[in-house]
């Protein structure tokens, strides 16, 4: 898989001051002349050496001196990779050849990762322009468990004892069998490498899907009792890997934080002997998050009792081992909960209420704050009817999506005019909610899964038997849609991971 670059607008404007542009020390000319499949195409030297010193293209510039260079492949294609070469988008033409051709083509002149630029790119996420395209079909009649994407987009979901894996295109797709009965945690490492675990398997597994499935690691943790340990999350920052384990005896649990490259051990923290009817102790950590700006990492996790759901959120600073700050979560605990690091801030969705609360991370540790704001109907923060038990919420850039059934909910902070402020002296936050999508491509059943890879939404839902294939609306002609949307429900078996762009 190439190198993801990014070319700005701004370097590429500055190609067209005539005062930069260099001219070929053989030629004496900047104008580089190409005859690709009989068609004559002229551009610059600059505009060739964009493509980075690997491509064919920067090649083309070192070989004018013997006058026009002749390649044999279609000239109709070249024209639009030479277009995006020279302005850093693919042209509207795209629209009318088949994204595989284009994906053939590129890897020819090596430029793949300028076409995943601009087809992937993760700032062009818009979550306010999202709508349901397609589906992808997986090969088995399992359920998808846990959805693990890359930053440009490709995609693995573990369905049963398998992985099911698409490249960043979407058009090729793999499945690899493990040793899990059913996997729980998954984390995608890169492209072809995953982390996969189970709560019902002993072990971390670091899996190579492009060797189908070769397990290149196994990492786990002993207590004490030396019993096995069972994974029950799994996060990363940039060079870190951190894992939560629990003995499988459930007498303690800790996290471990691992060295993402060499996967060999850095440090132990949240270490947890279970003694007695310690329940604070006994909660594992289900859920790990980086937050990139405070240096810290999240540590969610709770545990249903006879006095109702219980948990605790603790944020650990890995440099010294200690708790930075913490929450007893006694009143309507979290059914799920993340962090976003651009809006400094955590959100949960209540178990109970079913209603997303906001703590900011700014204001943690000041004396007198109250740390849950409630977004919603704080009316229904007091009932017992738990409705928020399969809700999910994860936060990407600046938005924050939450499922709730069906549905999904998008929430956005408004910035206020007025800039009120409180007694903190920091301005007061407003968050506003909106139904994400069309109402008819929102229609389905309970969501299980939210993920994010490059410029795509990838939902996953319970119990549909429907096949689906997603591909990017940019390049889909709206007849291809609506006839492969209506004959979904016709099509076989699998359970559906719903792409919406």
């Known amino acids: 898989m190439p190198t993801f670059t ?37 551009t610059t030297d600059q505009t060739l050496t964009l493509a980075g010193p690997s491509s064919l293209f920067s090649q083309l510039s070192e070989l004018t001196h013997l006058g026009p260079h002749f390649i044999d492949r279609d000239p109709e294609l070249f024209s639009i990779l030479l277009s995006l070469l020279r302005t850093g988008n693919l042209p509207s033409k795209a629209k009318s050849y088949d994204l595989q051709d284009l994906i053939e083509e590129s890897k020819f002149y090596k430029i793949e990762s300028l076409l995943v630029n601009s087809l992937s790119n993760p700032s062009q996420f818009d979550p306010f322009n999202l709508q349901k395209t397609l589906i992808l079909p997986l090969n088995s009649r399992d359920t998808a468990s846990t959805v693990a994407t890359t930053p440009y987009g490709t995609l693995h979901v573990s369905h049963g004892s398998k992985i099911t894996s698409f490249d960043w295109s979407l058009q090729r797709k793999s499945t690899t069998l493990t040793q899990f009965t ?7 490492i890169s492209p072809n ?20 499935g070769f397990v290149l690691e196994t990492l786990n943790w002993e207590n004490v009792t030396k019993s096995g340990s069972t994974v029950q999350a799994i996060g990363s920052s940039n060079d870190m890997l951190f894992t939560s384990f629990e003995s ?34 006994a909660i594992p950590a289900t859920k790990l998050k980086w ?17 109702g759901v219980l948990g605790n959120v603790k944020f650990w600073d890995i440099r010294s081992g200690n708790v930075v700050w913490e929450f007893k979560e006694k009143v309507d605990c979290f059914s799920d909960i993340t962090v976003s690091d651009s809006l400094s801030s955590i959100f949960k969705v209540g178990v109970n209420s079913g209603e997303v609360f906001n703590a900011d991370l700014r204001k943690l540790g000041s ?34 999506f939450c499922s709730k059934g069906g549905d ?10 007025s800039l009120r402020k409180r007694e903190e002296g920091l301005p007061e936050r407003v968050f506003r909610k909106n139904l994400m999508g069309r109402v008819k491509d929102m229609e389905g059943s309970r969501v299980t899964n939210l993920a994010f890879g490059g410029n795509k939404l990838f939902v996953t839902r319970k119990d549909q038997q429907s096949v689906e294939k997603v591909f990017p609306r940019s390049f889909l002609r709206s007849f291809d849609v609506e006839t492969l949307l209506v004959k979904a429900p016709q099509i076989g078996f699998g359970f559906l991971v719903t792409l919406l762009l």
């Open 6 to 42: 990014t070319t700005t607008m701004a370097s590429r404007n500055d190609n067209l001051n005539p005062q930069k542009l260099m001219l070929n020390p053989s030629t004496g000319s900047s104008i580089v002349t190409i005859n690709v499949g009989g068609q004559i195409f002229q």
């Open 182 to 188: 059913a996997i729980d945690s998954m984390l995608a």
């Open 193 to 212: 490498l995953v982390a996969a675990g189970a709560t019902d398997f002993s072990g971390l597994q670091i899996l190579d899907l492009e060797k189908k």
């Open 248 to 281: 499988s005896r459930r007498n303690s649990n800790s996290i471990m934080v691992y060295d993402l490259k060499t996967f060999s051990p850095v440090t132990e923290i949240g270490h947890y002997e279970i003694f007695g009817a310690d329940l604070d102790s």
């Open 291 to 307: 937050v990139e700006s405070y240096n810290v990492v999240m540590a969610a996790g709770s545990h249903s009792g006879p006095s």
């Open 367 to 400: 004396e007198g704050h109250d740390s849950w704001v409630c977004l919603g109907d704080d009316r229904k923060v007091g009932n017992v009817r738990k409705e928020g038990v399969g809700c999910r919420i994860e936060s990407h850039g600046n938005q924050v």
């Open 408 to 417: 999904i909910e998008l929430w956005s902070e408004v910035v206020m005019g």
